[in-house]
């Protein structure tokens, strides 16, 4: 079984940083076919796709948010980032993680960790 687990929310003003990670474990399959992202959930408001990356280390981001957040991942393949810089009150939401085979639909997600940005 795959787990997902966020952590680094917490709560900061405007224009500041945070770094989110995402410690995962219990792929039975190889990373090479592993895709992952982060998505975000704001109140009263539709999940929406934040930033993904391929299993060749391609990303790919929301326009809300490019140039201010970057995704990656450790070496070791077993924590994925998000860096969120230049924050926005508009950044406030529960941010999650999530997994797939490149091939396939997401279909592993973490708890969530919330974020919130205050003007």
């Known amino acids: 079984q795959v787990h997902l687990v966020e952590s680094g929310g917490d709560s900061v003003q405007a224009g500041g940083s945070l770094r989110l990670s995402c410690a995962f474990s219990?792929?039975?399959?190889?990373?090479?076919?592993?895709?992952m992202g982060w998505f975000r959930q704001a109140p009263g408001k539709e999940r929406e796709g934040v930033a993904h990356?391929?299993?060749?280390?391609?990303?790919n981001y929301a326009d809300s948010v490019k140039g201010r957040f970057t995704i990656s991942k450790d070496n070791a393949k077993t924590t994925l980032y998000l860096q969120m810089n230049s924050l926005k009150p508009e950044d406030t939401a529960m941010y999650y993680c999530?997994?797939?085979?490149?091939?396939?639909?997401?279909?592993?997600w973490g708890q969530g960790t919330q974020v919130t940005v205050s003007s």
């Open positions: 219990g792929y039975t399959y190889s990373y090479s076919t592993q895709c």
């Open positions: 999530a997994a797939r085979r490149c091939d396939a639909r997401y279909n592993y």
């Open positions: 990356i391929l299993s060749d280390g391609t990303t």
